[in-house]
């Protein structure tokens, strides 16, 4: 349903656009970029030319805490309007605050649960509850068929979908995966306020996460050539030879390759810790939040044996610009 994008600002002239086919709805605050231009394009090919996609452009003051960046949150909507135009989105939906909370702040909100006290809603008290709560009210504003969200917000990304099931939303939920800059930095609209050398420094969240991810890899061959060794005394010399030619592998590796591989979450969380300690010290320092490996289903920290999906994710701040970084692992099966 393509044509001259359309800028919406009332929930009633919202419901008086027409419907054609289904509709994708991507939520924002603005400052959008390419990461979102993503997400809108993923939207117009889930829904095809005859579908339907909004964007809603809205700086929530609910997730925003004491101290946080409301006030200077970038706002750019002339801008936004030019990259939904271009990602093929049909109408932006940017109402002011009183039209999404008519009544102030309200006085009913949806409150995340145990999920989401932890990891970011440990940091930003609150912050989750106001997130969910004006995803829950735009999506009754927008009624779509699906709603696309970026992976790059995993612990957000989780608790919609939690959401949408417990409360039995008519919406499916689809995540995205994260846009990264050409050295790895995720693209986000907080990195507008870093200055060259912040920028270098917060390079180290995302090579954090790649050496856990390459951490995984070596250790998952190390495992497979360790079960592949013959029983008995040769699978001891098979092993001791492993341990010789690979030599980029700690003892620690070897180790788990032994024991069939138990242990590799805790050399992954060590492989991108090295990095993240390191870059504590460069000039400005980064300032670790947290760095966690956790079970997508309830962000609760993997133990040692696990297997199966799981995020490594990662918090910290360089100056005065907090910023976030995940990705996904998957372990067993020598994945």
């Given at each position: 349903?393509?044509?001259?994008?359309?800028?919406?600002?009332?929930a009633e002239e919202l419901h008086a656009l027409p419907r054609g086919g289904r509709r994708a709805v991507v939520m924002t605050m603005g400052a959008l970029h390419e990461g979102h231009a993503t997400l809108i394009r993923?939207?117009?090919?889930?829904?095809?030319?005859?579908?339907?996609?909004?964007?809603?452009?809205?700086?929530?003051?609910?997730?925003?805490?004491?101290?946080?960046?409301?006030?200077?949150?970038?706002?750019?909507?002339?801008?936004?309007?030019?990259?939904?135009?271009?990602?093929?989105?049909?109408?932006?939906?940017?109402?002011?605050?009183?039209?999404?909370?008519?009544?102030?702040?309200?006085?009913?909100?949806?409150?995340?649960?145990?999920?989401?006290?932890?990891?970011?809603?440990?940091?930003?008290?609150?912050?989750?509850?106001?997130?969910?709560?004006?995803?829950?009210?735009?999506?009754?504003?927008?009624?779509?068929?699906?709603?696309?969200?970026?992976?790059?917000?995993?612990?957000?990304?989780?608790?919609?979908?939690?959401?949408?099931?417990?409360?039995?939303?008519?919406?499916?939920?689809?995540?995205?995966?994260?846009?990264?800059?050409?050295?790895?930095?995720?693209?986000?609209?907080?990195?507008?306020?870093?200055?060259?050398?912040?920028?270098?420094?917060?390079?180290?969240?995302?090579?954090?996460?790649?050496?856990?991810?390459?951490?995984?890899?070596?250790?998952?061959?190390?495992?497979?050539?360790?079960?592949?060794?013959?029983?008995?005394?040769?699978?001891?010399?098979?092993?001791?030879?492993?341990?010789?030619?690979?030599?980029?592998?700690?003892?620690?590796?070897?180790?788990?390759?032994?024991?069939?591989?138990?242990?590799?979450?805790?050399?992954?969380?060590?492989?991108?810790?090295?990095?993240?300690?390191?870059?504590?010290?460069?000039?400005?320092?980064?300032?670790?939040?947290?760095?966690?490996?956790?079970?997508?289903?309830?962000?609760?920290?993997?133990?040692?044996?696990?297997?199966?999906?799981?995020?490594?994710?990662?918090?910290?701040?360089?100056?005065?610009?907090?910023?976030?970084?995940?990705?996904?692992?998957?372990?067993?099966?020598?994945?």
């Amino acid at each position: 349903m393509t044509g001259p994008l359309q800028l919406l600002n009332t929930a009633e002239e919202l419901h008086a656009l027409p419907r054609g086919g289904r509709r994708a709805v991507v939520m924002t605050m603005g400052a959008l970029h390419e990461g979102h231009a993503t997400l809108i394009r993923t939207a117009r090919e889930e829904v095809g030319p005859q579908g339907q996609v909004v964007v809603t452009v809205f700086v929530n003051p609910l997730q925003f805490g004491a101290g946080e960046d409301l006030d200077r949150y970038p706002r750019t909507l002339d801008a936004d309007l030019l990259v939904c135009e271009g990602a093929g989105a049909d109408a932006v939906f940017a109402p002011a605050v009183d039209e999404v909370y008519p009544g102030g702040d309200p006085q009913v909100r949806i409150a995340a649960g145990p999920m989401g006290e932890r990891l970011e809603g440990a940091t930003r008290p609150g912050h989750f509850d106001g997130m969910l709560t004006v995803v829950a009210k735009l999506l009754h504003l927008t009624r779509p068929g699906l709603a696309l969200f970026g992976q790059k917000d995993a612990q957000q990304l989780a608790l919609i979908r939690r959401m949408v099931t417990d409360l039995n939303f008519p919406v499916e939920v689809v995540g995205v995966p994260t846009v990264r800059e050409d050295d790895g930095l995720a693209l986000s609209s907080r990195n507008r306020y870093l200055g060259p050398a912040e920028r270098r420094t917060a390079l180290a969240l995302s090579r954090a996460l790649f050496a856990g991810r390459d951490r995984l890899a070596a250790q998952a061959a190390l495992c497979a050539r360790a079960e592949a060794a013959p029983a008995g005394g040769g699978r001891a010399t098979g092993l001791a030879r492993l341990g010789e030619i690979r030599a980029s592998a700690d003892a620690h590796a070897v180790s788990a390759a032994a024991t069939g591989g138990t242990g590799l979450p805790d050399a992954v969380r060590a492989a991108a810790r090295h990095v993240l300690e390191e870059a504590a010290r460069y000039e400005p320092p980064l300032v670790l939040d947290y760095l966690a490996l956790v079970d997508p289903q309830d962000f609760t920290d993997v133990g040692p044996d696990f297997t199966g999906r799981a995020v490594l994710a990662v918090a910290a701040k360089v100056g005065t610009t907090r910023l976030i970084d995940n990705i996904p692992l998957e372990f067993g099966a020598h994945a």
